[in-house]
């Protein structure tokens, strides 16, 4: 048995959307829509189920997608990539990682980690046998910290993982940040595998920057990108990975031997998606700045202290200046039970040295979803 895996609880995820089953409460835990997702995607999955090739597909994706994706990327973030020696599809970013993961760590090699984190990077990197570093980052804005970066890198320092925008911080890294991120990459020949499914989440009108963009940067990163993100199809596992043709080379081996391939019906759609216009992407971050602007001024009136958030699903209060008796993980399970709305501790982000004041709530909801649950919040802090 290995005891990585036998050894690690059940994610936040799980307990707090059982406990939101369980309870007949609202999850505004788990960072996922409540619509089904826009039709005009998912009548050209239907129509390539009934009407399209359903056998095995090319193990990188099929043509159409991997050149969507390099159009894609072109037109938004000005990345030049040959879609078929460096682009990628994979069954889900969190296979991409997985992929990624497995198929660059050796035994020993250390990889640093910005805590809060995805929880999916530590076991597998423990599961190559590589060694987490783990990097501390603190509300109210999460920046990245030169000076702890440098101070954690030692002589088997190989990787760096980088998740931007930050769940769950709900942070948008400005260039500065990742400038000096692939400075510090450069200097001391690290490799930045950097989960970017959060991309197209964000708000007022901030731009995300991939770190494959910074100069000299090119050749030493890998980016993962996510259709459920963009679309709100969270269900379909749909991830992209772009790296350099060495690179890549090394991760299609990893996925061959984990999922091999991706329903090609799905890789229809997306490809169909992807060539959407602009609108379309900022109409859809417009729908869900609403949401988010909703959340806030509703949480900000009950009298929390709301953190800004400048992308992904999420926002965030801060418990500590409250002066409540309790710490995250306590209120949450306070809240689900007594008020029946689900929510999310962030220190069950960290591994270490945990910021325990924290919880994140998703607002990809509808407006009467939304309204239900401050409602429910109304008597939290003040009975």
């Not at 290995?2 to 505004?28: G, H």
């Not at 991997?66 to 938004?76: L, S």
């Not at 030049?80 to 969190?94: H, I, W």
Request: proline fraction near 7%; charge should be negative.
């Amino acid at each position: 048995m290995n005891r990585i895996f036998a050894d690690l609880p059940n994610t936040i995820f799980d307990v707090m959307s059982q406990a939101a089953r369980d309870l007949n409460a609202i999850n505004l835990g788990q960072g996922f829509p409540d619509d089904p997702g826009p039709l005009d995607i998912r009548e050209k999955a239907a129509d390539a189920v009934l009407n399209g090739y359903n056998q095995y597909p090319s193990m990188m994706g099929i043509p159409e997608l991997r050149q969507a994706i390099a159009t894609h990327y072109a037109h938004w973030h000005g990345v030049q990539l040959d879609p078929m020696s460096e682009v990628m599809v994979t069954s889900g970013a969190t296979e991409a990682l997985t992929g990624s993961i497995l198929g660059l760590v050796q035994p020993g090699d250390e990889v640093l980690v910005f805590q809060p984190m995805y929880d999916s990077y530590v076991p597998i990197i423990r599961l190559a046998g590589g060694v987490p570093k783990f990097l501390r980052l603190e509300p109210p804005h999460w920046r990245l910290p030169e000076e702890a970066i440098r101070a954690a890198i030692t002589p088997k320092t190989r990787y760096v993982i980088l998740n931007n925008p930050l769940n769950p911080a709900a942070v948008v890294y400005p260039r500065e940040d990742l400038e000096m991120l692939g400075r510090i990459c450069q200097e001391y020949n690290l490799i930045a595998i950097c989960d970017e499914v959060w991309e197209h989440v964000v708000f007022d009108g901030r731009e995300h920057i991939p770190l494959i963009a910074i100069p000299g940067m090119r050749d030493r990163t890998v980016k993962i990108g996510s259709a459920g993100k963009m679309f709100g199809l969270t269900g379909w596992k749909i991830g992209f990975v772009c790296a350099a043709p060495h690179i890549l080379r090394v991760l299609a081996k990893a996925h061959q031997f984990i999922t091999f391939t991706t329903p090609p019906n799905l890789q229809v759609a997306v490809a169909y998606g992807l060539g959407k216009s602009d609108e379309y992407f900022l109409q859809m971050r417009a729908d869900l700045a609403r949401s988010r602007d909703r959340l806030s001024k509703g949480l900000s009136g009950l009298g929390f202290p709301v953190l800004q958030s400048q992308g992904t699903y999420f926002l965030n209060v801060d418990l500590a200046p409250l002066g409540l008796n309790e710490g995250d993980v306590a209120f949450c399970k306070r809240i689900v039970h007594e008020h029946k709305v689900a929510a999310i501790p962030v220190s069950a982000f960290y591994e270490e040295n945990h910021v325990t004041s924290v919880v994140r709530f998703c607002f990809s909801k509808k407006d009467a979803t939304l309204d239900t649950a401050l409602e429910r919040l109304t008597h939290v802090l003040h009975g």
